[in-house]
């Protein structure tokens, strides 16, 4: 991947001088990384944050999973308060499930905590995170990279390395996130698609 995008970018965009809409997030503890930091909760979760609200058997149709596995992961789901019933679908018995917030905040301490549990679950959670980044990636580039059309500009996969005191890169994240965060509630245009943004800021080891 190339150090930086050489193409020109428009020096004015549909958010420039907005302010940032703050996402609802839900900040993990210790209790709530252990109940949500599972594969298949993360899935589901995701899934209801981005498709909106859905039923046990319509999630595990989509996931290849036993309406009971699905029921019971949403049910667990429930009970950390990361989803709740979606008051108004559906007219039949079956229950139907929403997001309870539009993000999770994660705390990096976490993944250092004193009890083996929450480091462990810390560990689950981050790797499900870089999972689903990777099988995203790698769907774009094997379904869609030939038919992206006027949208080629719009796609990037790039990487940037720094130099930068531990300030700076917080800083750096802060700003990155804001800026995306100006794009959220935008007017809907016709040709207004989801667009999914990965951030990845890494610090290396001091040897590297």
Known sequence: ?????????????????????????????????RGLAHPLRMQLLADLRRKGPATASQLAERFGESSGSTSYHLRQLAAHGFVEDAVGHGKGRERWWQAAHEGTGFDGSLIHDADPATSSAAAVFLQAVAANHTQEVSAWISETQNRLGRWEPGADLSDFTLRLTPGQSEELVGRLHDVVNTYRDLPEAEDTRTVRIHTHVLPRSASE
């Open 1 to 33: 991947m190339p150090e930086s995008r050489p193409e020109s970018r428009p020096e004015s965009t549909p958010a420039e001088g907005r302010e940032p809409v703050e996402p609802t997030l839900r900040m993990l503890d210790a209790r709530a990384l």
